[in-house]
């Protein structure tokens, strides 16, 4: 690196070295590419340093934990289980290490140099790199915008102390006697379930109808059981209004039904929603991109902007803001950069929340194959009839596949129940290749396994299941 106005020539520059952004990174190193990664906080993003990765190995944790209080239904009996805080932050920490660590030695290992600071658009070919230590330019060919997003913070629920985001609610000091969630989405159910197992009085606040509303009621409904099964309160229609918090505690005010009601917690973690990292010192109106009113970037479908060898992937532009669409986004863009045709393919986004039970979608709901105009056909079948499942101890779940009733095309599925972060890639793939239900049902599933039920849930549409009586 060099310090000065002297620039430097780089055949692409990736701003965010998140889930899209090491893997367009990468990707484009492969494709014969001179990359320049730059990120202002950390390798690996959000999603492997205060996201995904750490709130599932917190997840993992306090599943062991109900797991062995819960172990007497097995003939197992233990006494005197005690949750060592302090030891299951080390834990989380250990995989965040080990993860962006490995990401740190794939940049590397494909020769992709790496700038920790922030970036500044010159010119819509030119942009300064920056941090305490040096500011070199540099001329880039090509350049994608990866830079994620954050969580929205509310005027009246503003961050500290006692009010935390997602980010702190992962590294809290203790584990809280009491925790409110404002947000019944994914992220707040899962980090809520997380705490409820490992002894937390949980309240949800949640403004919709049903907690996580983006998914089936069926779906959502299993959830809702198992959390007040754990002692949380889930309060839906609901209005969050105000905060006051001590150096102990925090109060909320909500209305719900035309009456305001407070609760009390330790903490108050608020989940609704996150927000582009498009604002800030990027420049990005220096160089006059178009953009939504949310603050999205516009793309075509190959993640190209208005201006050409701008590209802009993930949490920036529109969908779901999810790391595997980041990443997919990311490969594409590389290939796109690269001269090869490829361009996004929506078609099935697999979408999953680690709630217990996991749930998880792809493709097509009941609903949505309906008002596309499809003639439906669906198959629905339970976990607690599946011997893998019974082993396993498992009470609930469900798989139900939505399929065409003229040719048999799959067109969604959804999954409730034990591993169905898993199940769902089975079908994802069974969208993307265009399968049929008679695809599926001559596929030979390995007996006992969970994936039976995708099996079973498939002859049920097609009206011959060999577990369960045809009505």
């Known amino acids: 690196m060099v310090v000065g106005d002297a620039s430097l020539d780089i055949d692409l520059l990736v701003i965010g070295a998140g889930p899209g952004g090491y893997v367009a990174a990468i990707r484009a190193a492969q494709l014969g590419q001179n990359v320049l990664v730059v990120d202002k906080q950390y390798v690996g993003g959000v999603c492997l340093n205060v996201g995904c990765i750490p709130s599932k190995a917190l997840i993992s944790a306090s599943h062991q934990y109900e797991s062995i209080n819960h172990a007497s239904e097995f003939g197992i009996t233990a006494s005197d289980v005690k949750v060592e805080w302090s030891k299951v932050q080390e834990f989380k920490n250990g995989v965040v290490k080990k993860l962006t660590g490995g990401v740190a030695s794939l940049l590397k290992a494909n020769k992709i140099q790496y700038f920790a600071g922030e970036v500044m658009f010159i010119s819509d070919t030119e942009a300064r790199v920056f941090n305490d230590q040096e500011a070199p330019r540099y001329r880039f060919k090509n350049c994608i915008i990866a830079t994620g997003s954050r969580p929205i913070e509310l005027k009246a629920f503003p961050y500290g102390g006692r009010i935390v985001s997602s980010t702190e609610a992962l590294s809290l000091p203790e584990i809280p006697k009491s925790l409110v969630v404002i947000g019944g989405g994914y992220i707040g159910i899962e980090l809520g379930q997380m705490y409820a ?256 039920i995708v099996l079973d849930a498939v002859e049920m549409a097609l009206g011959h299941p060999i577990h369960a009586i045809s009505k």
Not at 371 to 387: D, L, Q, S, Y
């Open 197 to 452: 197992r490992f002894g937390t009085k949980v309240t949800v606040i949640e403004g919709s109808d049903t907690i996580l509303p983006g998914f089936d009621s069926d779906m959502s409904s299993l959830v809702a059981k198992k959390l007040k099964g754990a002692g949380a309160d889930i309060v839906t229609g609901a209005q969050a209004k105000s905060a006051e918090q001590t150096d102990k505690d925090v109060t909320v005010t909500y209305t719900v039904g035309g009456e305001d009601k407070q609760v009390t917690a330790d903490y108050l973690l608020v989940t609704v929603g996150r927000r582009p990292n498009t604002d800030g010192e990027l420049g990005l109106d220096l160089i006059d991109l178009k953009m939504t009113d949310r603050g999205l970037i516009e793309v075509d479908e190959q993640c190209r902007t208005s201006i050409p060898h701008i590209y802009a992937i993930g949490d920036i532009i529109d969908g779901p803001a999810l790391a595997h669409k980041a990443m997919y986004e990311g490969r594409v863009a590389a290939e796109v950069i690269a001269g090869q045709p490829s361009k996004i393919d929506y078609k099935c986004i697999p979408l999953v929340v680690f709630s217990d039970p996991e749930c998880s979608s792809v493709g097509y709901s009941e609903k949505e194959a309906k008002e596309k105009g499809h003639n439906v056909k669906v198959g629905k079948f339970p976990f607690n009839i599946n011997g893998r499942a019974l082993s396993l101890g498992v009470k609930e779940g469900f798989v139900k596949i939505i399929a065409d009733a003229d040719n048999g095309l799959v067109l969604g599925a959804q999954i409730a129940g034990i591993e169905a972060s898993n199940m769902i890639a089975e079908l994802g793939l069974a969208i993307e290749m265009g399968a049929t239900l008679e695809d599926i049902a001559l596929t030979i599933h390995a007996h006992p396994t969970l994936g039976e």
